[in-house]
């Protein structure tokens, strides 16, 4: 097998998160939170990165260009692709990465408590909030199984 003259990264560092080197870009770029396989994709192909290369193997040059493309990407983008097209505080189009996605939707979710949303009320009971049967599904406790009358 021949030796690869080039050292492999096994841990990257983009928009404050390890990235693993050892898989594709297209892969590894989907380790940052909030960014799927279509955004990763954009991200590659925007910084001039080809996609199937593994991500430890990138110079630094190109690992520069794909921090410089996710820091800038929420200004690259069209609306229908940011994952918050229209912020409930500002009122402006925004995508979230990182820690910020996790933040913004427990604010989210606060909010919705605090008003007294139904959504927000069944958050707080911790029953399912996007319309799921509850019948007989979602069940927690200790008793299993259903008791019948006896005929």
């Known amino acids: 097998m021949a030796q690869d003259d080039q050292e492999i990264n096994y841990f990257v560092r983009v928009h404050n998160t390890d990235l693993d080197g050892t898989k594709p870009v297209l892969i590894s ?30 110079d630094e040059a190109s690992v520069d260009r794909i921090r410089e493309v996710v820091s800038n990407y929420a200004d690259r983008i069209p609306v229908w692709m940011s994952n918050r097209p229209k912020d409930v505080y500002t009122g402006v189009k925004r995508h ?44 927690t406790g200790l008793i299993v199984g259903v008791k019948r009358k006896k005929a």
């Open 96 to 139: 979230l990465l990182g820690a910020d996605v996790t933040m913004t939707v427990d604010d989210d979710i606060n909010l919705l408590k605090k008003i007294r949303a139904y959504r927000g009320i069944r958050h707080e009971t911790g029953q399912k909030v996007r319309g799921q049967r509850t019948k007989s599904t979602g069940r």
């Open 29 to 58: 770029l989907t380790g940052i939170k909030g960014v799927g396989r279509h955004t990763a994709k954009f991200i590659a192909e925007t910084a001039g990165v080809e996609k199937n290369v593994l991500m430890g193997k990138l």
